[in-house]
């Protein structure tokens, strides 16, 4: 029987293969009503007192999807089988040795078996013709490493609905830099990976100069040549500056124009600047970052967890296409509210794939409360994507949702605690707290934060195929009518067609002949500067990261590539990563992301 609430082929295929409840010796879910109980259920058995106030409160924010959580939550919650709710992981820190590399591909090959999509720094792992003492060979380096775990993600996940993702990532300092920006080049290779380089504001820098830029790896004890050049750095997993042995001396102008028409020819390696993000971090003084989730939107530490959510802001438009459309605000801050606390309530009730994951994930209780549906909800508004208005909405929205998670996350600190690894003192000279309310900042002081962190910005594309394939994330609509690859749940993909929801709901208002509005746009219609402007106001109040692909035309040079990139930069953003068309309008649609979506909600 169909259900009446997905009103899209491919929402009903994406429950029924993703989503929808089916174990041995339960009833299969007849509607998706049935997973939206299941879920209030499961988290509202974190409550210590008033389950069934909560339960409702929890149910009536799922309802007609205006709350989308992770896709881990939505599959997993109220199971009976030992699964995790936590979409995405960060390995531990990998050690220089075969043992240290295969123990990481342990923990990677657990993590995505229990559902959970893995990040990981590679640059610890010496680089290709170091001597390898144990064997008397020599290194092969990261990138043949790399190879290995995309073999293994490929044998684990051939039978499953969804994609294995792994993101890695390598310093711009590391000697095999040149073969990791290189490795995706051919288009067949590392497929269950997407890459991006660690930036750092130095190499930034040499780059704007024209400078010698070195490439180096720590000494660690190695016996040293006579003429060996050494330079003090602090590498991934280091406390403090180490002594670095120089390897080559490269132009940092040329290392830059290599990364930049990798990204142009294949997508990979995006970039992460990895200097701000862990000035940002408000867990700047208690962890050292060096990945993310494969779809970059959330920074970790090793072992780390993300716990992602998102407000589908097209389901907030009263009055859409109308003389007097309007967002409700405050119906986004009250939800927003609710929202936060069922993903607090994860912590209690989800299992981990490793204690290792539980400890570290339970120290920060992160969470990611970001968006969905921007776009669909500018066209309900009558505003057209990358324009004055649509960036004062974006800014307003978003500032609603940090402040309602924040004041939450303050009052469960009242109730519930602080966060383990919380500091008064530390937390409060965090760049992103200072920015705060004062009214916020004032109630930290007074009774601490139950979280570290509160909001990000994920691509949400499976779920945003769920809500009937409202607009992915803050991603202007790619086209309004489509195909999509959407594996079923025996993990064939299947070619279905879609509907973007806005330009649906126009043609049941207005008629299937009516013009289209100037304000419906898709996204080669939307300029890079606007994107990046509406990134940058976004970013502002989200104090982890946002996962947002600039969409190429198929007639774009490398020099296009670089003015985002530098653009990025300047705005003051965390990262960037870019798709090129090689399709018309109506092919297929790329993933809502270049990062891999499979793993993000």
């Given at each position: 029987?169909?259900?009446?609430?997905?009103?899209?082929?491919?929402?009903?295929?994406?429950?029924?293969?993703?989503?929808?409840?089916?174990?041995e010796g339960r009833v299969?879910?007849?509607?998706?009503?049935?997973?939206?109980e299941r879920v209030a259920i499961a988290l509202s058995a974190a409550e210590a007192h008033h389950h069934d106030d909560w339960r409702t409160r929890f149910a009536d924010a799922l309802a007609a999807f205006r709350f989308l959580p992770g896709g881990r939550i939505l599959a997993g919650a109220g199971a009976k089988r030992r699964v995790t709710l936590f979409n995405c992981f960060v390995t531990g820190q990998l050690h220089d040795s075969l043992h240290g590399i295969f123990s990481g591909l342990t923990e990677a090959m657990i993590t995505m078996q229990a559902g959970g999509g893995v990040g990981c720094d590679f640059s610890p792992v010496r680089p290709a013709g170091f001597v390898a003492p144990g064997s008397g060979g020599t290194a092969s380096g990261p990138v043949s490493f790399m190879q290995v775990w995309n073999e293994a993600c490929s044998v684990l996940t051939s039978a499953s609905?969804?994609?294995?993702?792994?993101?890695?990532?390598?310093?711009?300092?590391?000697?095999?830099?040149?073969?990791?920006?290189?490795?995706?080049?051919?288009?067949?290779?590392?497929?269950?990976?997407?890459?991006?380089?660690?930036?750092?504001?130095?190499f930034m820098t040499a780059v704007e100069a024209d400078a010698p830029w070195r490439l180096v790896f720590p000494?660690?004890?190695?016996?040293?040549?006579?003429?060996?050049?050494?330079?003090?750095?602090?590498?991934?997993?280091?406390?403090?500056?180490?002594p670095c042995?120089?390897?080559?001396?490269?132009?940092?102008?040329?290392?830059?124009?290599?990364?930049l028409k990798a990204a142009f020819e294949s997508g990979d390696p995006g970039i992460l600047f990895i200097d701000r993000i862990e000035r940002d971090n408000n867990l700047y003084y208690a962890e050292s970052i060096g990945a993310t989730n494969p779809c970059a939107e959330v920074p970790l530490p090793p072992h780390g967890a993300c716990n992602l959510g998102s407000i589908n802001l097209a389901k907030f438009v009263s009055d859409p296409f109308g003389p007097h459309p309007r967002l409700d605000l405050q119906a986004i801050a009250g939800t927003a509210a609710v929202a936060t606390r069922m993903l607090d309530n994860v912590y209690d009730v989800s299992a981990f794939p490793l204690k290792v994951q539980e400890k570290a994930a339970r120290a920060s209780r992160r969470i990611g409360l970001g968006i969905t549906g921007l776009a669909n909800a500018y066209a309900m508004l009558g505003v057209r994507y990358g324009s004055a208005a649509s960036i004062e909405i974006a800014d307003k929205v978003m500032a609603t949702i940090r402040d309602a998670a924040y004041r939450m996350s303050i009052d469960m600190a009242a109730e519930r605690g602080v966060f383990p690894q919380y500091s008064a003192a530390d937390y409060l000279a965090a760049p992103f707290i200072q920015s705060l309310p004062p009214e916020l900042i004032d109630g930290i002081r007074g009774k601490g934060i139950h979280n570290s962190h509160l909001t990000a910005i994920s691509p949400a594309g499976s779920i945003s195929l769920l809500a009937n394939n409202v607009?992915?994330?803050?991603?202007?609509?790619?086209?309004?009518?489509?195909?999509?690859?959407?594996?079923?749940a025996q993990g064939v993909p299947r070619q279905v067609a879609v509907h973007d929801y806005a330009w649906k709901l126009f043609r049941e208002l207005k008629g299937e002949n009516a013009p289209l509005?100037?304000?419906?746009v898709e996204a080669h219609e939307v300029s890079t500067e606007a994107q990046l402007e509406l990134l940058a106001a976004l970013q502002a109040h989200v104090d982890q990261s946002i996962s947002k692909t600039f969409n190429l035309a198929a007639t774009a040079q490398v020099g296009d590539c670089e003015a985002i990139f530098k653009r990025a930069y300047a705005l003051g953003l965390k990262g960037c990563t870019l798709f090129r068309s090689r399709l018309?309008?109506?092919?297929i649609f790329p993933s809502s992301t270049g990062y891999m979506a499979d793993a993000c909600p």
């Open positions: 029987m169909a259900d009446t609430l997905l009103t899209e082929p491919v929402a009903m295929q994406v429950w029924d293969a993703r989503y929808r409840l089916a174990e299969r879910e007849p509607g998706i009503q049935a997973t939206w609905p969804r994609r294995g993702a792994m993101m890695a990532t390598l310093r711009c300092d590391h000697p095999d830099i040149e073969a990791f920006i290189d490795a995706k080049k051919d288009g067949g290779a590392l497929r269950n990976f997407n890459l991006a380089v660690l930036v750092s504001d130095d000494v660690a004890g190695r016996p040293l040549p006579a003429d060996a050049m050494v330079c003090d750095r602090k590498w991934s997993g280091s406390t403090g500056p180490e042995i120089v390897t080559r001396i490269v132009s940092a102008r040329a290392l830059w124009e290599r990364l607009s992915s994330g803050i991603e202007p609509v790619h086209a309004y009518r489509g195909l999509r690859h959407v594996r079923d509005p100037a304000y419906f018309g309008r109506e092919g």
